[in-house]
């Protein structure tokens, strides 16, 4: 591994993704000094587990930061599927996790305070974290001060309560083999890192995450799904939106867009749908 051309990434990756040292530190569960170690090219041969810690933490792929090739189309394979279908773009809640009930249930239970409750006081203020106009600490904040409860850590009982639909991640796995592929997500900041961290969400090399909390701005805005285009660099009838949402696949097909509904009551059915779209022309 060279070391020097290491650190050089990493501060350039940590930089764009506008976190401080410290930042880095608290959320890929590092110390300071090893942080400011590798950043100067000081360790030889950093653990890759390490390497990998932060990859994850900055949402780059482990690739990236080490300096090896990155999967190109030509040793990817990639293809078109039957409809023309060059990049797909994955929801996260709703398509590869399950999350709303098991954290509003676990939440109530907690605190005491009716799930309807709790339910109807986050969606206050879901919106605004989301786009990242709110901090997680504020949220907190009101969300508590709105439950009448002395404090609340929501993403505590977020990332314990998300449940991997399975087979979504596995497909989401074999479709990275085949076609450009990327998150588009309305999730509050810090959550795409955390869930890759603990591989709830696969930690694969995705070729683009649109991260709401990051560009300040949600599905259905058409300014979330213009950045999604810009970055995923194909034709607008070459991306496929798989979601949860009907309103949100609806902003998508006005752009030119492939999109397809997931029914995550119905995560195998929902599945195989999914895998037969993608199915590459001959």
Known sequence: MDEKGLGKRLQEA??????????????ANLSFSTLTK??????????????????????????????????SPSNRNLKTTKSGVRFVYFDVNGCLVHFYQGAFTKLAEATGVPADVVETAFWHYNDDVCRGIMTMNDF????????????????????????????????LKWASEQYKFGLLTNIMPGMVNAMRRNNTIPNLPYDAIIDSSEVAAIKPESKIYEIAQERAGVNPSEILLIDDSRVNLMAAERLGWH????????????VQR???ALQPKS
Request: overall charge negative; some cysteine.
């Open 14 to 27: 940590r930089q764009k993704a506008g976190l401080t040292q410290q930042q880095l530190c608290h959320q």
């Open 38 to 71: 590798i950043e100067r090219g000081a360790i030889k041969s950093p653990s890759i587990f390490t390497v990998g810690s932060i990859a994850a933490a900055l949402g780059v792929g482990l690739d990236e930061l080490v300096g090896t090739q990155s999967p």
């Open 140 to 171: 907190n904040e009101k969300f508590a001060d709105r439950l009448g409860i002395d404090s609340v850590d929501w993403a505590k009982y977020y990332l314990e309560a998300i449940e991997p639909i399975l087979e979504m991640q596995d497909l």
């Open 259 to 270: 999109v397809l509904w997931f029914d995550d009551a119905r995560p195998e059915t929902a």
């Open 274 to 276: 999914v895998r037969e």
